[in-house]
Structures are given as structure tokens and as C-alpha cells.
């Protein structure tokens, strides 16, 4: 639309660098536009802990099922500090609850997939959080101060999670035959749909143009993805294991690895709800938030009488 002065003022402090606090005046589409990818990011974290969360009794040691439950800790966390961040937006966290719950706001693709091995604890770690660093790391220096914030403190909990996850695949990748194709099973399993975490390919991301001129991104889906390919494949060679892409080779005069895109069929599938788990996980959300209805309602009743008591 049209660009008023206060929109020309705006643009002009983000291209200074300058970090948007949530009580200055900003333009409602920015808003509009933070709530959404930080929202949708806070329900990654939350929806994100159901895949992992499965493993936590089967872990294969002590030390294994310690590490992992801190790990998934660690997302309820960061789910709620972005919650919080969303928050200072004049969002509330019910009406953020409710759009995941209705569908109406989204939660990342990679977790529609099932974890079917213990392997795969080593595959998310290593591969999603590994994806996930590699786009938040830039996002630390986001426009909005509260998001940008939250980023810092995420990102070290994150780079602790990714290595857990390569310590797990080190181990079963150096372990007995039947380990270490467990762990092949599991990267060939996770490759493409981690690949998919950093959105459609440039041409097909609706929001990137607008959300890169307020630095809300960073970075273009299509440039992360190449970073991270480049970065994980020789993690792999080092595993011992196989990148599943037969046409993966390294690109001397890009100076980049050339590889296989993601079945984009699959990942805009995915994103209507026809995963392998989509209904599994937004139904153990839904069924969460309904069998603690009783709870919330006891606390307000509480707090309710408690304001009473004082006022008399
Ligand atoms: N899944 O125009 P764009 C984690 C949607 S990390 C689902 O390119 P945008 C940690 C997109 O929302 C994972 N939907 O969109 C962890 C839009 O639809 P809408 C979370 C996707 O926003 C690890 C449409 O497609 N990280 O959880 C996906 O500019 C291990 C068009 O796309 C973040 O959220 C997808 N993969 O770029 C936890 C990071 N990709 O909203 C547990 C912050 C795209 O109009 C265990 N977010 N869509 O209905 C971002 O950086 C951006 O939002 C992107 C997408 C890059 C994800």
C-alpha cells in the first residue's frame, strides 16, 4: 500500500540498525507479521517436544534419558519465552493457543514425522536442531528487541541440543552393524524433511520480500538451506554414513555442494495437515489443553477469591 511519513520514518530507524521496542509505534503489518513467526515458532517449540517426548522412557541409559529430558526441557522453555515475546505484541497466549489448536496458525513441518528408532533422537538432534540454529543464529540480530532477545538465550541452549544429538549418531554410527544402519535409517529418513524446515524455495516464499526489508528475516530460505547442506554433509562423511541424494556433489566453482531439493508435493502437503502425524500431534495438544481446563479454572477461582479476601 501506500507509504505514510510514519512508515518512511520506521523503515529509516530499521535500516539504521536500530532494535523496535515493543511500546514504540510500528506499522500494523510488522506487527502483524512478528506475531505470526514468532507465534508459529513458539508452537514449533511446544508441538516439538511430542517427538522426542517419546523417547524419554526407552533412552538407553541413565545418562541418555538425563540429557534427553533436559533437552526437551529446554523447548517447553523457549516455547515460553517466545510466547512472551509474542506477548509484548498485544497478543495473548489464549488466543495464540487457539489458533494452533483450531489450525488457524501453523507449527513446523518436521514435526509431522514419526520417531520410530532411538537413532532418530540422535537424527533430531543433530539434523533439526542443526536446522534450527542455522536459522536463528541470524535471527539473533532481528528487528524486534524482545525476539531478538529471546534468540541469544535460545540459540546456546540449541548448539548444547544439536550436540547431544551428533553424540548419540557417533555413537550408534560407531557401534555394531545393526546400529550403525539404524542410524543410516535415520538420516535417510530425517534428510529431506529437515531440508524442508527452512521453508519453500525462494521464488514460492510469500513473506520473505516484506520480512527481510524489516529484517524480521534475515536471510532467504533458500540461502539458509545451502548453508546448512554445506555444513552438514561433511558432518556426515565423518559419521561414516550417506547423505540419501545421489546427485549430492561439491560444486568447486560455486564453491558450494549442488543437491536435490525436497519433494515440495510432500512439504505443501504436509502443511494442510496430511503429515504422517499431524493429527497425532495437534491431538495430543488439543487433548493437553482440555484435560487442564479443571486446573486453569481452579487458579482463577483462587486468584479471584484471594483479591476478594484482600479487598474486604
Ligand atoms: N513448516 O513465505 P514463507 C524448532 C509456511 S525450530 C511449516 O517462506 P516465512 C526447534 C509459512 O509459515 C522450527 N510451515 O514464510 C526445535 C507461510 O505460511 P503462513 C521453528 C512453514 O515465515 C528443534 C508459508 O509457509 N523455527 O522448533 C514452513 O517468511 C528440535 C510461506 O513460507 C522457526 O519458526 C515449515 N517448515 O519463512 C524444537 C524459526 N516453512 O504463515 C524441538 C522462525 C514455511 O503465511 C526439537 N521462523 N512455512 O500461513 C522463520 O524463520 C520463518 O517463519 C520460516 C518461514 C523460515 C520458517
Not at 506499522?27 to 513458539?42: D, F, N, V
Not at 538432534?125 to 536463528?136: E, H, K, P, R, S
Not at 528487541?145 to 544429538?165: D, T, V, W
Amino acid at each position: 500500500g501506500e507509504q505514510t511519513p510514519e512508515d518512511r520514518a520506521f523503515q529509516a530507524r530499521i535500516d539504521r540498525g536500530e532494535k523496535i521496542e515493543p511500546k514504540d509505534w510500528m506499522p500494523e503489518g510488522y506487527r502483524k507479521t512478528l506475531i505470526r513467526q514468532i507465534g508459529q515458532h513458539a508452537h514449533s517449540e511446544i508441538v516439538g517436544q511430542l517427538p522426542e517426548g517419546n523417547w524419554i522412557t526407552r533412552a538407553p541409559t541413565l545418562e541418555r534419558k538425563q540429557i534427553l529430558l533436559a533437552k526437551v526441557q529446554d523447548e517447553a522453555g523457549h516455547g515460553l519465552y517466545l510466547y512472551s515475546a509474542a506477548e509484548t505484541l498485544g497478543v495473548s497466549r489464549d488466543e495464540l493457543f487457539e489458533k494452533l489448536h483450531s489450525g488457524a496458525m501453523k507449527y513446523s513441518s518436521i514435526f509431522n514425522y514419526p520417531t520410530l528408532t532411538w537413532a532418530d533422537m540422535g537424527a533430531i538432534g543433530w539434523l533439526v536442531d542443526g536446522a534450527a540454529i542455522m536459522n536463528q543464529v541470524p535471527l539473533q540480530r532481528t528487528s524486534y528487541g524482545p525476539y531478538s532477545r529471546a534468540m541469544i538465550r535460545i540459540c546456546k541452549e540449541e548448539s548444547f541440543h544439536q550436540r547431544q544429538g551428533y553424540s548419540i549418531m557417533m555413537k550408534m554410527a560407531g557401534g555394531t552393524p545393526e546400529q550403525k544402519e539404524m542410524a543410516q535409517d535415520a538420516l535417510n529418513r530425517f534428510w529431506y524433511p529437515s531440508l524442508m524446515m527452512f521453508g519453500p524455495s525462494d521464488k514460492d516464499s510469500v513473506h520473505s520480500a516484506q520480512s527481510m526489508a524489516w529484517k524480521i528475516k534475515i536471510n532467504t530460505n533458500d540461502e539458509l538451506r545451502q548453508k546448512f547442506v554445506d555444513e552438514t554433509v561433511p558432518q556426515a562423511e565423518y559419521l561414516g554414513l550417506t547423505v540419501p541424494d545421489p546427485d549430492l556433489a561439491w560444486n568447486a566453482g560455486r564453491g558450494h555442494y549442488d543437491f536435490t531439493e525436497p519433494d515440495w508435493t510432500e512439504f505443501f502437503d504436509v502443511l494442510k495437515g496430511n503429515g504422517p502425524c499431524n493429527e497425532e500431534r495437534l491431538g495430543a495438544r488439543v487433548k493437553a489443553w482440555e484435560d487442564g481446563a479443571w486446573f486453569r479454572e481452579g487458579l482463577s477461582a483462587h486468584a479471584e477469591k484471594a483479591a476478594a479476601r484482600r479487598l474486604a
